[in-house]
């Protein structure tokens, strides 16, 4: 009996060549499309957002104290940059859409968001609107207050960058921080 066994579990041999090849080929055709459509659909996101202006170029820091930091740079995570008010309007002209590891720096005269493998984004603090915690952005959801929310001038647009630090501890201390920054703000909300 236990022969018969081993000998029947042999499987039946692949006849139809000719349908699981052409499936493969429609499955593939598929994905592709839809990774096509997925390229036209940023790059016609891009195109509309032309008339943005990059943002400017990043000076030298100073080591000058900033209220209520310690100076070193925030590890974190750079989330989007969309357009005020609307958090799933991601801008993606300069590099803006991209998430990406980060690293926040403060200085008296802005903000500079280091990003790998990116243009570093400089806020000057003549161009800070308002700083928040929000929890979401750009088809990116986290815990109430989870996320620093920078609204910020570029060009004529007014925009929000969205920024979470590694350590819960320094994500607080960095957003009442960057308030102070903030003309007539009180604090982070």
């Known amino acids: 009996m236990i022969h018969g066994l081993a000998g029947a579990a042999a499987s039946a041999p692949v ?22 459509g997925m390229r036209r659909g940023w ?14 170029a990043p000076p030298e820091l100073s080591d000058g104290p900033v209220a209520g930091m310690a100076g070193a740079p925030v590890l974190g995570m750079y989330v989007a ?13 300069h590099g803006l859409g991209n998430r990406g590891r980060a690293e926040l720096s403060l200085d008296p005269r802005g ?10 984004v400089w806020i000057p603090v003549d161009d800070l609107r308002d700083v928040r915690l929000g929890s979401g952005q750009a088809q990116k959801a986290y815990e109430a207050g989870g996320l620093i929310l920078i609204r910020w001038r570029l060009g004529d647009a007014e925009v929000e960058t969205g920024f979470r630090a590694d350590d819960p501890e320094q994500h607080l201390t960095t957003a009442g921080a960057l308030s102070a920054l903030v003309p007539s703000t009180g604090g982070p909300r």
Do not use: C, F, M, Y
């Not at 940059?81 to 002209?93: E, S």
């Not at 903000?111 to 570093?120: F, K, L, M």
């Open 81 to 93: 940059t969309t357009r005020a008010g609307d958090l799933l309007d991601r801008i993606v002209v």
């Open 111 to 120: 903000v500079r968001i280091s990003r790998v493998g990116e243009a570093p």
């Open 15 to 36: 006849t139809a060549w000719g349908p699981r090849l052409a499936l493969t080929i429609t499955v593939l055709a598929i994905i592709g499309l839809g990774v096509w």
């Open 43 to 56: 790059q016609a996101r891009a195109a509309r957002q032309a008339d943005l202006p990059a943002p400017a």
